[in-house]
């Protein structure tokens, strides 16, 4: 996708988790989904899911009586967007403070470290 698609709200990241987990689905299904962690009422959920088909986040389906709204770019492209802002944002376009601030904020298990390390192995791989 070559333009960049406005960001999304707290609210509107939500949903779009749900339709990348279940992909397309009507507005009841995504409903069901965030009814189980948040107090939202269907005609919210409804409203907020067509303000982002008019905002171009997701894709809706008119061809029959129940419109299926589908993501509209992956999960790995959003959040590469969300970075990309928040790094130059708050971080001054500086990964590296990401990274610091990152491992300095959280407790990180010897799982993800061993992740950490190899994608930074592969990075630098990538780079030769």
Not at 55 to 66: C, H, I, N, P, Q
Not at 79 to 92: E, H, N, P, S
Not at 93 to 121: F, W
């Amino acid at each position: 996708m070559s333009r960049t698609l406005p960001r999304p709200t707290d609210a509107e990241l939500a949903i779009l988790r749900v339709l990348w987990e279940l992909g397309p689905a009507t507005v009841r299904q995504v409903h069901e989904v965030l009814a189980n962690t948040r107090d939202t009422g269907y005609t919210t959920t409804l409203k907020l899911m067509q303000i982002m088909a008019d905002k171009g986040l997701v894709t809706r389906d008119e061809s029959a009586r129940t419109h299926i709204y589908a993501a509209r770019i992956s999960q790995e492209n959003t959040q590469r967007q969300l970075l990309d802002d928040l790094v130059t944002r708050a971080f001054g376009g500086s990964a590296t403070e990401l990274v610091l601030r990152a491992l300095s904020s959280h407790t990180t298990s010897d799982d993800e470290l061993r992740e950490i390390r190899k994608l930074i192995a592969e990075a630098g791989e990538d780079r030769k």
